[in-house]
Nanobody, 128 residues
Framework: QVQLVESGGGLVQAGGSLRLSCAAS????????MSWFRQAPGKEREFVAA????????YYVDSVKGRFTISRDNAKNTMDLQMNSLKPEDTAVYYC?????????????????????WGQGTQVTISS
């Protein structure tokens, strides 16, 4: 099993920045791709960004491209999401997720059902 704990959420004004972190523990050697998802009130969970095990491959939802940057440090078992130029529509609970299934190469799963391990979430609120 892998345990994931997010941190770094908070309240910032539009245009500001936040850096989210996800700390993994347990069978971290089994983790392949990792991702960030978010869920706003009354909306379905949405994929935000994913990163391969090596960190060489990343993928973002169009709405955050150029503003968010995903990274990971396998030595520290952490994954970060640097969020810049934040907008009110970025307000949501952000979750990190880990995939323990090897899917070949730098394949990046972007569907929630493909991830078996989730953190508890951290609230991000952007005021206008």
């Amino acid at each position: 099993q892998v345990q994931l704990v997010e941190s770094g959420g908070g309240l910032v004004q539009a245009g500001g920045s936040l850096r989210l972190s996800c700390a993994a523990s347990g069978r971290t050697f089994s983790v392949y791709a990792m991702s960030w998802f978010r869920q706003a009130p009354g909306k379905e969970r949405e994929f935000v960004a994913a990163i391969s095990k090596s960190g060489d491959s990343t993928y973002y939802v169009d709405s955050v491209k150029g503003r968010f940057t995903i990274s990971r440090d396998n030595a520290k078992n952490t994954m970060d999401l640097q969020m810049n130029s934040l907008k009110p529509e970025d307000t949501a609970v952000y979750y990190c997720a880990a995939d323990l299934v090897y899917r070949g190469g730098n394949y990046l799963p972007i569907r929630g059902l493909q991830y078996a391990h989730w953190g508890q979430g951290t609230q991000v609120t952007i005021s206008s």
